[in-house]
């Protein structure tokens, strides 16, 4: 009786935990429709109930720290998958996801550990092999993701997509012989890979192989035409041939579709100003219109060159000088003196106030007031040089012509500061008028 009792009560309890476990397999495989559905939300609540029944359930929480990661919760994710972690250490996709949460947070650092723990565990997984290459890449550190393809490449050697991942590599760490090579290798696995092609010409134009980065980048524009890097870089090609006229139709076009960038602006002003410069053997009427009209085409494209970036002394410089070819003589001057001011350091006052001080005190004195006559030039609003000049005529070099003129000068300014220096001044005129 007591044996029979037993056995019944057995029965009960494995159909009541199985009756759990079909519960929590039933609602996972919901909670799995979810997350394909992105409802992210409903997921967790789901998910929640089961781990407040069993919390140390792996798969709860590792699709816990999934939805959280699809509401880009990335914390919240991270504290969910650490949990699950610390309960199987080896879980890759756990260790994976951790990495993914990182990555979302800019914390390369960190993800970078993670895809490593994840790739020692299992290197042939291509996918992680992939985001530790990435996160590499991200880093900087373009030879260590660079090892990463080339192991991937021994399992697959026909993958294009690993020889072009080579080629950026190489072309990133200056390689670019080697570079051309993996993407060459890449265009014959994929010969319709327009992208790869361009890259090929961007690094035939670094290296001066204009005729075959001209090759390169129109196998692309016929795949791609709209491409505006695409086009841009066919200018640039031509315009380092000296094709000037043909290179201005493809910055237009470039302009076309959408940059208006400070620089495209400047290439483009760069070419209508060396048509416009252009040597004739004869100079008719027609042929001044044009090169007036280039002329102004070239003003117009440095000056939203400027407006875009007024920091470029080289676009301030052409400017100038755009507008000085068609008489906007005003224009003319402030665009070059734009240009002196950037092409000159900003505390360049400062550099000859210490060289003079350090000629005065060397018994240098013709080169000290050279200097400060210099300070004075970039800082004008800084008239105490005019003093200070005196002061050397008067104490140092004894000539009291030129120091009273100095010191006469400097009380000539009708600032109202250097109250206590302009009294010195008085005084030291007093003196010299003694003598």
Known sequence: MYFKLRIKFLLVVLTFFNSIQLGQSDGLNKIDLLLLEENYSAAISKLDSLIKVDSLNLKSLYKLGLAYQGLYQNAKAINVLNKAHNLDTNNVNVILSLGNSYVNLSYLDKAENYYNLAYKKDSTKISIAFKLADVHINGSKFQKAAVIYQKLLTHDTSNSFLYKKLGYCAMK????????????????????????????????????KLDSALQYVNFGLQVYPQEPNFNKLKGDILFK???????????????????????????????????????????SNDIYREKFQNFYKALEAFEKSYQKEKDNRITCYYAGIANDKVGYFDK?????????????????????????????????????????????????????????????????????????????????????????????????IKALNKR
């Open 241 to 283: 041939k000296g094709n000037t006229p043909e290179a201005k139709e493809y910055y237009l076009k470039v302009i076309s579709l959408g940059d208006s960038s400070a620089q495209i602006y400047q290439k483009l002003g760069f070419c209508y100003y060396f048509i416009a410069s252009a040597k004739d053997s004869f100079i």
């Open 173 to 208: 760490i200056d390689s670019l012989n080697l570079s051309l090579k993996y993407y060459q290798k890449a265009l014959e696995l994929n010969s319709s890979d327009a992208s790869t092609s361009v890259q090929m010409a961007a690094i035939c134009y670094k290296q001066d």
């Open 332 to 428: 003319a001057i402030y665009y070059l003196n734009e240009t002196l001011k950037l092409s000159l350091p900003d505390n360049l006052a400062d550099i000859y106030t210490y060289l003079g001080r350090a000629y005065q005190v060397s018994q240098h004195y013709t080169e000290a007031i050279d200097s400060c006559k210099k300070a004075m030039f970039y800082k004008p609003e800084q008239k105490e040089f005019l003093f200070y000049i005196g002061l050397i005529y008067d104490d140092m070099i004894k000539d009291n012509k030129e120091a009273l003129k100095y010191y006469q000068d400097f009380l000539n300014e009708k600032e109202n500061t250097y109250a206590d220096l302009k009294q010195f001044a008085r005084e030291k």
